[in-house]
């Protein structure tokens, strides 16, 4: 069945048969021999899905030529251009590694961790130094699992399909079914966002993927609304975590690179008089917060690495996350003793 395979699964399955055919290959053999199109439909549907999957191909750069029958010029087949797509033999250097290394530390997330390990591992044997790549591991980027509601939301925003989930909001914790439009699925500052349209208010809007409670599910048809050409994803997702000033953060030598990248000039503002002295030989930086709860989690993965001086709601965030995970272990232990 076509439902039975996300879109990019389907793509993959397609980009492969045409790689491989001796020849060419028709729609009929499309359509019957390659996974993700449903043989028992019409024949219009498969048409408009084939037509949609090939231009999107040849937009990704795949070269997915026609070749005409030698007895009927109208006999069409399809392959991929191999001389045009095939890459030079590859000579990855250390430096090149270590950046492909920290690519794949971005992606690891459980959706995604198999395929970025599998990748890396690949590209790694034709190097010829991986063990350079170690004095770059200290920048390993820090960006929270996106969970299962990333894989369908990037499917449903590339066919363009409306999504149905159970959405927990941040301000007052109340927990709504929301139906979106999804535009863009964005990584930010340590979490995952979709930018879209929220049907039942009628609006744009931001949403964490943290904060989804319920299984993603499509609803309607592909093809169903249009990305506004103008959309600038990042600022709207910016001016959701704009606006909570600046944290006062104690960081271990060599540590939290993330967040030293980020450390501003304070200015006239100081460390304010009642916070926490810093632990000894760690250094003091002023980070913008944005939102505090995102700071918070992001510090909380940095463990004894940063010690949070001020502001006080920020300090108690992450105090609170610690003592969760502190309980959350203690169960665990239990269960199994």
Known sequence: MADALPPAERLLNLVIALVNTPGRMTK???RTSVAGYDRDGSTEAFERMFERDKETLRELGVPVTTVHGPAHGDDAGYRVDLDAYALPPMELSAAQLGVLGLAAEFWQDQVLRADAARGLTKLRAVGAEPAGTDAIMGLAPRLHAAGPALAPLLDAAHARQAVEFTYRAASTGE???????????????GGWYLVGFDTGRGAP??????????????????????????LDAQAMIAARQEGEGLAWLAVAPERAGALRS??????????????????????VLAVPVGRTADLADEIVGYTDAVVVLAPPQLREAVVRRLREAVAAAERLGARRG
């Open 28 to 30: 009929e053999q499309i």
């Open 262 to 283: 980020r450390a501003v000039d304070p200015g006239d503002e100081a460390l304010p008089a009642d916070a926490p002295p810093p632990p000894p030989g760690h250094d």
């Open 205 to 230: 809007r931001v949403f964490r993927l943290s904060r989804i409670v319920s299984d993603v599910v499509a609803v309607g048809p592909p093809g169903a609304f249009t990305v506004p050409a103008d």
């Open 175 to 189: 927990v709504l079914r929301r139906t979106v439009q999804p535009w863009r699925v964005v990584g930010s500052r």
